[in-house]
C-alpha cells in the first residue's frame, strides 16, 4: 500500500500503479486529480485518487510506504508532526517514509511567491531525522542541497531542499534489506561556469563542456509515464540521470539538462544490502 500526499498530477503514483501497488494518492488541486485520473485511464493504471487537504487526510489502516514531496512545508508544525506520528504507527514493518521539503536559508530564502502561495517555513533541518532516528527507524538518506529549476511559466529559480528516506525496522518479517552507499565524487565546475550552464543543455553538449564525470547514478522506464519537467503530458519513456562533479550536480531528464545542484551532504544511492 502506497500513500502519496500532494501528487500534484500523478507521476510518482502513476509509475508505482503501474506494477500493481495499491495507491492511494491526493492533492489540494481538482485540476491536478483530474488530469491524474485522465491520465491513470490512458495509462490503464488502477490509482484511488481524490481531493484533499492535509489537514483533512486520514491516513489508511495500513501502509508500506509514504511519500510527500514538497507538500507538508504547506502546512502548520501542529498539522504535520501528529500526521506523521499516525503514518508512522500505522506503517508496517519494513515500510518507507519519503520526505521532500524546502527550507529557510539565508543566502536562499523561501521565495515570496513560495510564502504568498501558503509556504508556512515550518521545518527545521534535521527535524524529520530526528523524529524518526528517536523512533528507532533506520534512517537511508538525509540530504540537503540547493536545486535551481524551471516550472512552466515560471523562470529558473533557486530552493534550500531537504531530501528524507527512512525505514520503519524489519524486525521478523522476511524482507530484502537496504544499505545507503555514498557516491565516490570528484572534479569540480567552477562556479562562474556553474551558472552559466543554461537548462534545456543537451546531455552529449554538457559532456563535451565539462567532460565525463566520475559519478552518476539514475533510473529508467520503457514504460509509458508522465513525463519530466515540462514535457509532454505522458511520455513513451522516462530516463532521469544524476551526473556529479564534486559538490554539484546536474539532473538531465531524458537527455535534457533540467536542474543543477550545490550540495552540502555527500550523496548516495540506495543499495539492497545482502543477508
Not at 491536478?32 to 484511488?48: E, F, P, W, Y
Not at 509514504?66 to 507538500?71: E, K
Not at 521539503?101 to 508556512?120: C, F, M, R, V, Y
Request: with cysteine; glycine share 10%.
Amino acid at each position: 500500500m502506497v500513500v502519496e500526499l500532494g501528487c500534484g498530477e500523478g507521476r510518482n503514483a502513476l509509475y508505482l500503479g503501474h506494477f500493481d501497488h495499491q495507491v492511494i494518492a491526493t492533492d489540494i488541486s481538482e485540476t491536478a486529480i483530474s488530469k491524474l485520473n485522465r491520465l491513470a485511464g490512458d495509462l490503464g493504471v488502477n490509482i484511488a485518487s481524490g481531493v484533499a487537504r492535509v489537514e483533512d487526510f486520514r491516513p489508511p489502516a495500513y501502509l508500506d510506504v509514504f511519500i510527500a514531496h514538497c507538500v507538508l512545508h504547506f502546512t502548520e508544525r501542529g498539522v504535520w508532526k501528529p500526521l506523521v506520528t499516525a503514518l508512522m504507527n500505522r506503517t508496517r514493518p519494513g515500510g518507507f517514509h519519503c520526505f521532500t521539503n524546502t527550507l529557510d536559508q539565508p543566502d536562499h530564502p523561501i521565495s515570496k511567491e513560495a510564502l504568498a502561495s501558503g509556504h508556512k517555513n515550518s521545518f527545521q533541518r534535521g527535524e524529520l531525522e530526528a523524529i524518526y532516528t528517536e523512533a528507532g527507524w533506520e534512517i537511508l538518506r538525509s540530504d540537503h542541497y540547493i536545486k535551481w529549476d524551471s516550472h512552466p511559466g515560471i523562470p529558473i529559480h533557486s530552493h534550500c531542499i531537504e531530501k528524507v528516506v527512512v525505514r520503519k525496522p524489519i524486525g521478523s518479517e522476511d524482507l530484502p534489506r537496504m544499505r545507503a552507499e555514498p557516491i565516490k565524487v570528484a572534479g569540480m565546475i567552477p562556479v562562474k561556469q556553474f551558472d552559466t550552464l543554461k537548462l534545456g543543455t543537451p546531455r552529449d553538449a554538457i559532456v563535451e563542456m565539462l567532460g565525463s564525470p566520475l559519478a552518476s547514478y539514475g533510473v529508467k522506464t520503457a514504460r509509458k509515464t508522465v513525463g519530466g519537467n515540462n514535457q509532454v503530458a505522458i511520455a513513451d519513456g522516462y530516463v532521469r540521470e544524476d551526473m556529479i562533479y564534486g559538490d554539484h550536480g546536474l539532473q538531465f531528464v531524458n537527455g535534457t539538462l533540467t536542474g543543477k545542484y550545490r550540495d552540502f551532504t555527500r550523496p548516495k544511492r540506495l543499495l539492497i544490502r545482502n543477508k
